[in-house]
Every structure is written in C-alpha cells, then in structure tokens.
C-alpha cells in the first residue's frame, strides 16, 4: 500500500476491524517513512453481474448505480448512510447467492423495495412509484394505502416474505 502523504510503500497495520456486515475489512496503516497514518478498505470481489433490462437490452450490473438510487429515494428522509450501506450489501449478498452471471432488473427492483421498505415507508413509495412506473395518483394512494396498512416487518418477518414471494415468483407460468 502506498502512503498517500510520501508515496512510500512500507507501512504497518495498527489496527483491522470487520465493516459493513462483514463484508469489508477497515484497517488503520501507518507509514514507516513519514508516520503519516490512513486507512484502507479490503473487500470481497464479486463475480461481475449482466443486468436483464425488462426490454431484453443486456449491461454490466452497477453497484454505484443500485446505491445511487436507493440514496434518492431516502433523499431527505431520517434514514443514515450505515443505514443505506447495509441496505446495499445485504441486496448484493441476496443477488450474488441466487444468480451467477445474470440476474432480471425486476428482481433487483424487488430486493431494493424490500429492503427500503424496511427502512422507511416514504423512500419505499418514492422508488416502487418509478419501478413500478405509477402514472396515476391513485397509484400512489392504492400503494401508500396498501403499505400503511402492513405492519413494519422484523428481520425473521422479512425472511418469510421473501421465501412467500419466491414460490409465488416459482408458481407464474
């Protein structure tokens, strides 16, 4: 690793501790040369998805892209950028466990609306009126009527939801 200070490339790690759920190590380095201290982030690489777009169009999956779009629908809404990354990560574990190389947008969609509307029912509203593209206001008020009216689900909630909604998923011919 070089230093960002002096550009020499004999450090020390002070310390390491595990982030974002375990998917990435955070390690405080100090440079031999200069003293100067900085961190460095280790993460798994992940095999590279192909998005199916609902038009049949191919592109390479974007991890940017996905958070990006999770941080506009929770844009000016008591949600944290921890809150987010998590988000992010347990969407990207759940897509790396069930596709190899490619995967529909419509079940990254999913996972994003599950996922938001853990963590606030606004920004879940504010994406799934764009992925679900709503053209009428009834739309939003037979979604929003429809939200309010489930209780927030917990974490073992969330995971019935998801096995109840991939049979459902399985089922369609």
Same mark, same amino acid.
């Given at each position: 690793m =070089?230093c960002?200070k002096?550009?020499g490339?004999e450090?020390r790690?002070i310390?390491?501790?595990? *982030?974002?759920?375990?998917?990435?190590i955070?390690?405080?380095?100090?440079?031999l040369?200069?003293e100067?201290?900085?961190?460095?982030?280790? %993460?798994?690489?992940?095999?590279? /998805?192909?998005?199916?777009? +609902? #038009?049949g169009? +191919?592109? $390479?999956?974007?991890? %940017?892209k996905l958070r990006?779009?999770?941080? !506009?629908?929770?844009?000016?809404?008591?949600?944290s950028?921890?809150?987010?990354?998590?988000a992010v990560e347990?969407?990207?574990?759940d897509?790396?466990?069930?596709?190899? +190389?490619?995967?529909?947008?419509? %079940?990254?969609?999913e996972?994003?609306? =599950?996922?938001?509307?853990? /963590?606030?029912?606004v920004?879940?509203i504010?994406f799934a009126?764009?992925?679900?593209?709503?053209a %009428?206001?009834?739309?939003?008020?037979?979604?929003?009527? !429809?939200?309010? *009216?489930? $209780?927030r689900p #917990?974490k =073992?909630?969330?995971?019935?939801?998801? #096995?109840?909604?991939?049979?459902? =998923?399985?089922?369609? $011919?």
């Amino acid at each position: 690793m =070089r230093c960002p200070k002096c550009g020499g490339e004999e450090d020390r790690v002070i310390d390491s501790r595990a *982030s974002k759920e375990g998917a990435t190590i955070r390690r405080r380095r100090e440079c031999l040369g200069c003293e100067h201290r900085f961190t460095t982030y280790e %993460e798994i690489e992940r095999e590279q /998805l192909t998005v199916l777009k +609902r #038009d049949g169009r +191919r592109e $390479p999956f974007s991890q %940017e892209k996905l958070r990006k779009s999770m941080e !506009r629908a929770c844009q000016k809404r008591p949600v944290s950028a921890e809150d987010i990354d998590g988000a992010v990560e347990r969407v990207l574990d759940d897509l790396g466990r069930t596709f190899d +190389r490619e995967v529909p947008g419509t %079940e990254i969609g999913e996972r994003v609306m =599950r996922e938001l509307r853990q /963590l606030d029912p606004v920004a879940y509203i504010r994406f799934a009126s764009i992925y679900r593209q709503f053209a %009428e206001v009834n739309d939003f008020v037979q979604e929003a009527t !429809r939200i309010a *009216s489930l $209780p927030r689900p #917990d974490k =073992r909630q969330m995971t019935l939801l998801e #096995d109840l909604e991939a049979e459902a =998923r399985a089922a369609k $011919p």
